[in-house]
């Protein structure tokens, strides 16, 4: 073919992998809904009463847990896997 774009078959995320339920614990939680809601890592750790630095380790261990290389597609796994409802985003 031509010089066109070059599709690949990427892995699906299935929702109904809820391996995620048993290695997440709350405050985890908490970062990724604020993550999603595009709050800083400062705002978060403030929020939380922890540093700045344990957020950002906190969203390390999050984007193993999921399979994600970086913040937005952590967002975005989670919220195909139910980990961070849909109903957030809706007003």
Known sequence: MGRGLELRMVPAIRPENQEWRRHISVRQRVILRRLAQDWTDHRT???????????????????????????IQLVGK????????????VS
């Not at 939380?48 to 290389?69: H, K, M, P, Y």
């Open 78 to 89: 989670a919220l195909m896997t139910g980990a961070i409802p849909w109903t957030m985003f």
């Open 45 to 71: 750790a403030r929020s939380l009463e922890i540093s700045d630095r344990q957020v950002r380790r906190e969203i390390e261990t999050l984007c193993r847990l999921f399979g994600a290389t970086g913040r």
